[in-house]
């Protein structure tokens, strides 16, 4: 069955950058974009960008490009969220999840906690 | 790029039927089909219930379902049942192709 399996909680300082982990399994990880959403505590949704696995292109969320980079390695289906120059806004739950088309997402991760703290 | 708008709370009783409004612009929901909708439970991650405005996925109950006319989408749950319970939010491609999320609204099942 298709599973999407992200790596653990982060406690960042101000300034510093954190990488998030996502590894796919159960499906063609190339056939599948992966987009990446954000939930800050209390929060909605907001999406952050997405990744075509097959080719490498990314979209970002305007507010965060230029701080934001997502890879991934097709060699072991995993994605990979970069964020840089960290505040406490950025504090927030992490999701990737599998894009099937039309800005569609049908499989989760469980969710990283990442907590950006003095 | 805006949020889409919803109601921030809708309540109903078991039974009975309620509508989720998500109001967005000709840059987004008004351009593309591309409307979805996501339930999230508390503490957990959302769940995919509606795409491409009125597509289920399988496994999805057909209590839900969803439309669009012009740049507002919505989202119908018949037969209300406590366990639906949750927050919903719908999101939209853009045509600057990158998606918005709506707000959210939290629906109480009385």
């Known amino acids: 069955q298709v599973q999407v399996v992200q790596s653990g909680a982060e406690v960042k300082k101000p300034g510093a950058s954190v990488k998030v982990s996502c590894k796919a399994s159960?499906?063609?990880?190339?056939?599948?974009?992966i987009s990446w959403v954000r939930q800050a505590p209390g929060q909605g949704l907001e999406w952050v960008g997405w990744?075509?696995?097959?080719?490498?292109?990314?979209r970002y969320a305007q507010k965060l490009q230029g701080r934001v980079t997502l890879t991934t390695d097709t060699s072991t289906s995993t994605a990979y969220v970069e964020l840089r120059s960290l505040t406490s806004d950025d504090t927030a739950v992490y999701y990737c999840?599998?894009?099937?088309?039309?800005?569609?997402?049908?499989?989760w991760g469980q969710g990283t906690l990442v907590t950006v703290s003095s | 790029q805006s949020a889409l708008t919803q109601p921030a709370s809708v309540s109903g009783s078991p039974g009975q039927s309620i509508t989720i409004s998500c109001t967005g612009t000709?840059?987004?929901?008004?351009?593309?089909?591309?409307v979805s909708w996501y339930q999230q439970h508390p503490g957990k991650a959302p769940i995919l219930m509606v795409y491409?405005?009125?597509d289920r996925p399988s496994g999805v109950s057909n209590r839900f379902s969803g439309s669009k006319s012009g740049n507002t989408a919505s989202l119908t749950i018949s037969g209300l049942q406590p366990e639906d319970e949750a927050d919903y939010y719908c999101?939209?491609?853009?045509?600057?192709?990158?998606?918005?999320f709506g707000g959210g609204t939290k629906l109480t099942v009385l």
């Open positions: 999840a599998r894009d099937i088309g039309s800005a569609a997402f049908d499989q």
């Open positions: 159960g499906y063609a990880f190339n056939s599948y974009g």
């Open positions: 990744s075509n696995p097959y080719n490498g292109n990314t």
């Open positions: 000709s840059s987004d929901v008004g351009a593309y089909n591309y």
């Open positions: 491409g405005v009125s």
């Open positions: 999101s939209s491609q853009t045509t600057s192709s990158t998606v918005v």
